[in-house]
T-cell receptor, first 116, second 109 residues
Framework: DTGVSQDPRHKITKRGQNVTFRCDPISEHNRLYWYRQTLGQGPEFLTY????????KSRLLSDRFSAERPKGSFSTLEIQRTEQGDSAMYLC??????????????FGPGTRLTVL | GQQVMQIPQYQHVQEGEDFTTYCNSSTTLSNIQWYKQRPGGHPVFLIQLVKSGEVKKQKRLTFQFGEAKKNSSLHITATQTTDVGTYFCAKGGNYQLIWGAGTKLIIKP
């Protein structure tokens, strides 16, 4: 399978716990994005990597959220001290650099987080 | 702000009827992308528009970009059950896409 994969697909945690999600993009894609999506809304941008460099991070993102892409391949998104408001679907997407800034983004299946 | 307004939020149609969703911005858009998200699925890219007045077709789907590059529309002719899902427009921001809230296409039983 050469698509974007995410792990786990579902995560249930208690408020205050830390969680970490993983995204494996399409192998030749330099760009990687994290989004959050709640019911009835479009994806909300969280952060963007080009190779291993984190080039943009949403101002809406609290300090409890951190993301890494250490070797420019897979990425992790960590949420510390989870809150009930963090419950959402966390989507990862990847795209190529060739052709311009706004290329087609390929999405993974998402990780659904439920904070109790 | 940078918001993209998308209307309507829902559209109920009989199978075979047409469907249209509209995307509006207060600022000029450099580009607009359209995605489809099936129930329980993830967004899937449909098309990107970049030129003023551009019209692109994919079978029963017609995409338009306004002359002033401040609005876009997606029209589906003769809807089928396979068209069910939420259709999102998204515009390019600094490095990322800024998404509308989507229009959910519902086929009446």
């Amino acid at each position: 399978d050469t698509g974007v994969s995410q792990d786990p697909r579902h995560k249930i945690t208690k408020r205050g716990q830390n969680v970490t999600f993983r995204c494996d993009p399409i192998s030749e894609h330099n760009r990687l994005y994290w989004y959050r999506q709640t019911l009835g809304q479009g994806p909300e941008f969280l952060t963007y990597f080009q190779n291993e460099a984190q080039l943009e991070k949403s101002r809406l993102l609290s300090d409890r959220f951190s993301a890494e892409r250490p070797k420019g391949s897979f990425s992790t998104l960590e949420i510390q001290r989870t809150e009930q408001g963090d419950s959402a679907m966390y989507l990862c997407a990847s795209s190529t650099i060739a052709g311009g800034l706004y290329n087609e983004q390929f999405f993974g299946p998402g990780t659904r987080l439920t904070v109790l | 702000g940078q918001q993209v307004m998308q209307i309507p939020q829902y559209q109920h149609v009989q199978e075979g009827e047409d469907f249209t969703t509209y995307c509006n911005s207060s600022t000029t858009l450099s580009n607009i992308q359209w995605y489809k998200q099936r129930p329980g699925g993830h967004p899937v890219f449909l098309i990107q528009l970049v030129k003023s007045g551009e019209v692109k077709k994919q079978k029963r789907l017609t995409f338009q970009f306004g002359e002033a590059k401040k609005n876009s529309s997606l029209h589906i002719t003769a809807t089928q059950t396979t068209d069910v899902g939420t259709y999102f427009c998204a515009k390019g921001g600094n490095y990322q896409l800024i998404w509308g809230a989507g229009t959910k296409l519902i086929i009446k039983p």
